[in-house]
């Protein structure tokens, strides 16, 4: 079963332009000019039940006006799409029972009454049957550790209080598909930590497919093994994030620490031939660049260790982050 399956989505705004000084006002509301923004370009997107995947690009990428269709707020200018089965947009209350959704700066939750009065009303919006409400909510308060805040109004939560109620009350119906939109932003590593333990946890035991949109590639990290990167409205990256890496990541930088002064000469000379680079850095430092993803620091270890003596060694990897980064900035394209 497919949770999302989108061909040639795309979404356009018209933006209006006014010209400067009174004549300029006059003129518009005579014959206002506008332009036309393509937000969301004619994506092709298939996600299957159970998959969590990373939605992520720089700001004004097109994420927010991708994730409004499939949640069925915004109508799509052209193209097919499918959610949970349905059409988002015009079988929006049949869907929305079949999806769950968190957006980091909307809540959920009524402001002024209890956590749990909020929960009751969901599970009457969603029609849940007491046994599955009771046996859902103990679960999660448990995980979540929110047994203390069900008596207060949600204006006094701290925002990492209030992201695992909002986590809740988004799974309450228990939902096949979640949305999350910064589900970790501003939290402190501990309640991170514990959300996404629980995340896993419900896409492990339910099969909940999830789409995940963050700046914090660490949840990228902690979550997802699919990433689909936009960039100005199109698909520029699909695939694992080990792919990514790998794609990315043109070498290594490996630091040794020697007994001895460095003889540069014997280093090139015992490892002539492979795809590397030694770099002097102090008398007993070096630096090796390991210019070709697929050579192992092993393989090289295996050619000097009987001839140097190596007192420390450190792999410098580089971040997914660092990698994420340099797509952006050089704009290349992947797919
Ligand atoms: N209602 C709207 N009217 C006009 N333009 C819009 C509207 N909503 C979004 N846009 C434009 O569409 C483009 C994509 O915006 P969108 O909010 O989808 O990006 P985003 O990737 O979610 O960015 P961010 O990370 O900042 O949330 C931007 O150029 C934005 O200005």
Redesign the pocket.
């Given at each position: 079963m497919r949770s999302i399956e989108a061909r040639g989505l795309t979404k356009e705004?018209k933006?209006y332009q006014s010209r400067p000084g009174l004549k300029g006002a006059f003129r518009d509301l005579l014959n206002r000019q506008y332009r036309t923004?393509r937000?969301v370009d004619a994506i092709d997107l298939t996600i299957e039940q159970g998959e969590m995947v990373a939605y992520i690009?720089e700001?004004?990428?097109?994420?927010?006006?991708t994730i409004k269709m499939l949640t069925g707020i915004l109508q799509p200018t052209a193209g097919e799409l499918k959610v949970n089965g349905f059409d988002p947009h015009r079988e929006r209350e049949k869907f929305v029972k079949t999806i769950g959704v968190v957006f980091g700066q909307r809540s959920q939750l009524w402001w002024d009454i209890a956590v749990q009065e909020s929960f009751r009303l969901l599970k009457q919006v969603y029609q849940v049957p007491d046994a599955d409400y009771k046996q859902r909510l103990d679960r999660m308060i448990e995980v979540l550790d929110i047994g203390e805040l069900l008596d207060q109004p949600v204006r006094k939560l701290s925002l990492g209080q209030r992201m695992r109620c909002e986590l809740v009350a988004a799974l309450i119906h228990q939902p096949k598909l979640l949305f999350l939109d910064e589900p970790t932003i501003g939290l402190d590593v501990l309640v991170k930590e514990n959300i996404r333990v629980f995340l896993r946890e419900i896409n492990r035991e339910f099969g909940t497919t999830v789409l995940l949109t963050t700046h914090d590639i660490s949840d990228i990290e902690a979550l997802c093994s699919r990433v689909v990167m936009?960039d100005q409205g199109k698909v520029i990256y699909d695939g694992g994030l080990q792919e990514l890496r790998r794609n990315w990541v043109k070498g290594k930088k490996v630091h040794f620490e020697l007994a001895r002064e460095v003889d540069m000469s014997e280093l090139e000379a015992r490892t002539a031939g492979m795809p590397l680079r030694w770099e002097r850095k102090g008398e007993r430092q070096v630096v090796l660049h390991l210019e070709q993803p697929d050579l192992a620091v092993s393989d090289v270890l295996a050619q000097i260790v009987q001839h140097v003596h190596i007192v420390e060694m450190q792999i410098e990897e580089v971040s997914t982050e660092e990698i994420v980064r340099k797509i952006y900035q050089e704009g290349m394209t992947l797919a």
């Open positions: 705004f933006v923004i937000a690009g700001n004004g990428a097109g994420k927010s006006t936009l």
